[in-house]
């Protein structure tokens, strides 16, 4: 059998990279992607091209050039995401709107360019990089949550539409790993006199120290590996902690309140 053509977004650093370096280890052929390609002149683990999912005409472009190139895409990862942090009632409406646009709308506008390619070649796969988060709503990232649980539930719809081309979608949500996530975040500045002040720091401060102590990337890599090499792929895969997976059973499981307390003694608050 001829190599896989991979397109994974965000390929320059994180869960992203880590992705690249596996796939292309196992054989793959991969292409990565960044929006500042001129920072990897001399980079040469695996093809970088040029992407920004916010701009419909460097997706256009990244993806003709690979079809181009390969004469096809065989799975499409979309990965590239960012953070937001702040308390719901401060969040101005234009970080709402980035977030949603990175987040969300860039997935759908990377499925919207790929799917035709994919249709044509009456088979594809189209793994989705969510969230934990996006299982429930967390205290000072709801938006967060929101957008990768948006993303979550749309692909349930989108997965049976295009069943009948052959084409997979699933979803993989990770727990915390350790990458350069909360240096890119969104992190909306309490105002002096806010009444989320304090609780919001302490939510940060025990953010940002679950990333630090974040899993290593690698694993989500070989999670990736495993969904590829899967027949038929279900729609929501998890990669994390026992803690963390479980923390979704749990949501399902526990009466409303009883699982609001667990998070509201989690994030001490
Ligand atoms: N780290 C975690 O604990 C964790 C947990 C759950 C889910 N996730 C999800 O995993 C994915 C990767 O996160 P990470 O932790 O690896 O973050 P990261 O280290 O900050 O990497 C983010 C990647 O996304 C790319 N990117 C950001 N905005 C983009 C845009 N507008 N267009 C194209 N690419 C863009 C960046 O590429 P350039 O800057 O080079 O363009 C970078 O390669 C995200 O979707 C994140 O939400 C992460």
Redesign the pocket.
């Known amino acids: 059998m001829s190599k896989q053509v991979v397109l994974v977004?965000?390929?320059?650093?994180?869960?992203?990279k880590a992705i690249c370096m596996y796939l292309q280890q196992k054989g793959f052929i991969v292409y990565g992607?960044?929006?500042?390609v001129e920072k990897y002149k001399d980079f040469s683990d695996f093809n970088l091209i040029s992407?920004?999912?916010?701009n419909v005409e460097s997706i256009k472009s990244a993806v003709l050039s690979i079809v181009k190139k390969e004469g096809r895409i065989d799975i499409l990862i979309n990965?590239?995401?960012?953070?937001i942090t702040g308390p719901v009632e401060e969040t101005p409406e234009e970080a709402i709107d980035k977030v949603f646009n990175?987040?969300f709308k860039?997935p759908l506008r990377m499925i919207q360019e790929v799917l035709p390619v994919m249709r044509s070649q009456n088979s594809g796969l189209i793994i989705n990089?969510t969230?934990?988060?996006g299982y429930m709503g967390l205290p000072f990232r709801a938006f967060y949550s929101a957008s990768k649980g948006a993303l979550e539930v749309v692909v349930e719809g989108l997965r049976m539409e295009t069943k009948q081309f052959g084409v997979k979608v699933v979803n993989l949500a990770?727990?915390?790993?350790a990458?350069?996530?909360a240096d890119?975040r969104y992190t909306v500045s309490a105002s002096k006199d806010s009444v989320y002040k304090e609780s919001y720091q302490m939510s940060l401060d025990l953010m940002n120290a679950h990333?630090d102590s974040?899993r290593n990337?690698n694993e989500v890599a070989k999670k990736i590996f495993k969904i590829i090499k899967t027949k038929n792929p279900k729609v929501h895969y998890t990669v994390g902690s026992f803690m963390q997976k479980f923390s979704i059973f749990l949501k399902k499981i526990l009466p409303n309140n009883t699982f609001e307390r667990l998070l509201l003694r989690h994030y001490k608050l």
Do not use: E, F, M, Q
Request: charged share 10%; glycine share 26%.
């Open positions: 977004t965000g390929g320059s650093g994180g869960i992203g992607t960044t929006r500042k992407l920004d999912v916010h990965n590239a995401g960012i953070g990175t987040n860039g990089i969230s934990i988060a990770p727990g915390d790993y990458t350069n996530i890119s990333v974040g990337p």
